[in-house]
């Protein structure tokens, strides 16, 4: 993905409330490899259910507030990301919730989808057995991932 500054991501979010803007943790930019992501998500050191994730679509950074559910799959079974589809443990996919933009957010209304727990989809298409971990391979899931993040991200925007 292309890079991010701090500004842009800080002012990339379409449905934190002011709190969460103001208490937003950084991820660690300048460890970001960028050629290898195609979104930044990363999860709140401070609070153990925020996430976010910010990706560029339509040219422009759009950031979404996303809060993990506290229940947990069923240890021992299989479950699938619905941005990356990497079948994982089902203890490392879990549920979070996206409060809508604007008056329908406050109003309490949110979207929710299975995603790998850490938010880090771009590194699970790559950590995957040789015969899936070709260049072109990995170029073609992160593009279809990148497709289903944004058609989940217009919803949370419309
Ligand atoms: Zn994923």
Same mark, same amino acid.
Request: one cysteine or more.
């Given at each position: 993905?292309?890079?991010?500054?701090?500004?842009?991501?800080?002012?990339?979010?379409?449905?934190?409330?002011?709190? %969460?803007?103001?208490?937003?943790?950084?991820?660690?930019?300048?460890?970001?490899?960028?050629?290898?992501?195609?979104?930044? *998500?990363?999860? $709140?050191?401070?609070?153990?259910?925020?996430?976010?994730?910010? %990706?560029?679509?339509? *040219?422009?950074?759009?950031?979404?507030?996303?809060?993990?559910?506290?229940?947990?799959?069923?240890?021992?079974?299989?479950?699938?990301?619905?941005?990356?589809?990497?079948? %994982?443990?089902?203890?490392?996919?879990?549920?979070?919730?996206?409060?809508?933009? #604007?008056?329908?957010?406050?109003?309490?209304? $949110?979207? *929710?989808?299975?995603?790998?727990?850490?938010?880090?989809?771009?590194? $699970?298409?790559?950590?995957?057995?040789?015969?899936?971990?070709? %260049? $072109?391979?990995?170029?073609?899931? *992160?593009?279809?991932?990148?497709?289903?993040? #944004?058609?989940?991200?217009?919803?949370?925007?419309?």
């Amino acid at each position: 993905m292309r890079p991010l500054t701090e500004e842009q991501i800080r002012s990339s979010f379409v449905n934190a409330t002011e709190q %969460q803007l103001a208490h937003l943790s950084m991820p660690g930019l300048h460890e970001t490899i960028w050629e290898e992501r195609e979104y930044l *998500g990363w999860r $709140s050191p401070h609070s153990a259910h925020l996430g976010y994730i910010v %990706q560029w679509l339509g *040219g422009e950074p759009v950031g979404i507030v996303v809060r993990s559910s506290t229940a947990t799959l069923r240890p021992g079974i299989a479950a699938m990301c619905t941005l990356c589809h990497s079948t %994982q443990p089902a203890t490392q996919v879990r549920l979070f919730t996206a409060p809508r933009a #604007g008056e329908k957010g406050r109003a309490g209304d $949110s979207l *929710g989808t299975y995603i790998c727990e850490s938010l880090s989809c771009s590194h $699970s298409i790559r950590i995957v057995p040789p015969y899936m971990a070709s %260049q $072109s391979r990995i170029q073609e899931r *992160g593009e279809a991932m990148l497709e289903r993040l #944004g058609a989940f991200t217009r919803r949370v925007m419309a």
